[in-house]
């Protein structure tokens, strides 16, 4: 049902259109990324340092300054604290002394003086009763004000079509509500365990719709291919020529994928390692047999950046080896991008790399034999079978992934001959990065000053591009406001080059400055999390993450993983005024990517997968990995139906329905 009929300006409509949201269903199923509990008010005398909770007071005094307001509010009790706002002075007119006031949002607690209070309130308002709920937080829609989300969410509830894909039988046998009444306990909670179930029916979902999707994929699979290699004769010479030595998982995985190419035998492998265990040089030389073989093959990354040093480290590393070397992106001039595919068409490109551009329809190969995935987690199920639709049965299939998937797991995902190939050890040289906590900015611009009198080079990392106007992000650093501090502080230092990077800045603006700092132009780079996939300069020793306590597990892990490269001493310092912080303390007792996925697990809540729109398998595997035996039963069910074709005709259609992330 489209948009129009919620009888919104056509504005409102593209705003939503930006976001993914087409249909009335597509907002209904607009899922709040996290709940906030108000429905118990707590005196001020018990409050807690850094939870969100609820007070209601008394309002004593109020005082207005330039663009802050501050008011004083008493409970029945006694107690005492203080309310903030930024940038909303309107507050003071509104507020009345002597008037009860309900107030949710962040508690701070300063020890020294025994003071209390909450800046930028969530949820404020003389009507308690109306705040004194389970109140849902929807990720932004730019120009869209939350008031008109909701109402806009309230009204699709009543228009979207009501049809249940599943069986009632189903329904009984997984103890999952109706659709409709899912989605209207998704948005409008009114108890813990109505949430709870309402989440487990999308839980089943996401996973019923991937079981099908899998099994779609493994029907058709051939352990055949006509891609057969008998030879890799110019590899011993190659890896004379690295100045480095393959580490014995690295040479494991290679000997394992090549057995099967030289016996004829179609490879279906994932390589996984931590981040800097070295994937990458294991592709180059699986390319390298295929080429020598006379056969072409492609690498795919998810962003230009990665996509771009993959390029320029194969084209470094072949040189003089007589192979062509082709990359494809999705902000190539036409001219150049036509040239590209015409020499992968003609096969005088042997080693092709790029982005999700290598999959576009106009791009033809003339004999691919291999594809391989970089970060596969980045990508779907659908963007993979496109690139491997490429070639004709039977090409061999690599994926890459820096996310440990346990084997049981694996074999779920790609199919019962997958091969999972771990690399646990590190290249020689390397020192695990040291990772500490601290409070105090300063030091740690003098910390990595020291490191660049060294000669080495600092990441900078700010959650957010620029400054918000919100009250909640009032502390929370900015790329902008960060280059402007560092830039004056390191003004005593005329040596020090400071650059800055963000994604709104083109991908070929940022593959520009980040050469530059490849090559030591400049000194500390300060950007977004877009350096968290795949930026490799050995150099770098320092990686600075600010608001520390913002990001997830599994991303500081990612980000942490942009230094240690090289055979230098390399410090992740994680700047977060949060003690306790369990994310934080994680990354401060290990290095290890897989018990990072595990603590990640377990600090994660139902909520985190629920309409998430997390890219490629990322969410599937953590739904997996967090529900093994509900996802085991999923799966044994979709192949019962895949046995009765009553039962298919009708979920066959579930491919034609957006109920889940593709």
Known sequence: MDLSMLEIPKAKITQFNKKGIFTVEDLARFFPRKYYDFRTITPIRDVKDGEYMAVVGEVEEVTAK???????????????????????????????????????????????YNSRQMTAPLYWG??????????????????MSDDFLQKSIDSALALADKTDYLEPLMLDKFRVPKNSVALRAMHQPKEDNELKIAQKRFIFDDLFLFAMQLIDRQQGMETKTPFVMPTCNTIEGFMKRLPFDLTDGQRQALRS???KMRKGEKVNALVQGDVGSGKTIVAIILMLISAENGFQSVLMAPTTVLA????????????????????????????????????????????????????????????????????????????RNELNEK???????????????????????????????TITTMPKGRKPVQTLQITNEEKAYEAMYRQIKEGRQCYVVCPLIEDSESEALAEVDSVERTYDKMKKFFAKYPEVNIAMISGKMKQAEIAEEIAKFSRNEYQIIISTTIIEVGVNVPNSTVILIKNAERFGLAQLHQLRGRVGRGSHQSYCVL???????????????????????????????????????QSGNNKYVMLMLSYPKFFEKVKKEVKDIYGNSTRISRYKKLNELDISDK
Not at 349 to 354: A, Y
Not at 406 to 421: C, F, H, K, Q
Not at 584 to 613: P, S, V
């Open 66 to 112: 330039s663009n802050m307001v501050r008011a004083k509010v008493k409970d029945k009790s006694g107690a005492r604290m203080y309310i903030t706002w930024f940038h909303q002075v309107y507050v003071a007119k509104i507020l009345k002394k002597g008037q009860n006031y309900i107030f949710c949002g962040k508690i701070q607690i300063n020890q020294e």
């Open 126 to 143: 003389a009507d308690i009763k109306a705040y004194q709920r389970i109140i849902p937080v929807y990720s932004k829609i730019q120009g």
């Open 257 to 259: 994928i090549y057995i």
């Open 308 to 383: 771009k040093q993959h390029y320029l480290d194969l084209v470094e590393k072949t040189e003089g080896m007589g192979y062509k070397v082709g990359f494809l992106s999705g902000d190539m001039k036409a001219k150049e991008k036509k040239e590209v595919m015409k020499g992968i068409e003609s096969g005088e490109i042997q080693l092709v790399v790029g982005t999700h551009s290598v999959i576009s329809k106009a791009v033809t190969f003339k004999n691919l034999a291999l594809t391989i995935v970089d970060e596969e987690h980045r990508f779907g199920v659908v963007q």
């Open 391 to 421: 070639s004709k049965d039977g090409v061999h299939q690599v994926t890459m992934s820096a996310t440990p998937i346990p084997r049981t797991l694996a074999l779920s995902i790609y199919g019962e001959n997958v091969d999972v190939l």
């Open 575 to 613: 700047l977060s005024k949060e003690n306790g912080n369990a994310k934080l303390q994680a990354m401060c007792e290990t290095t290890n990517g897989f018990k990072i996925a595990e603590r990640d697990l377990e600090l994660r809540g139902t909520g985190d997968f629920i309409g998430t729109k």
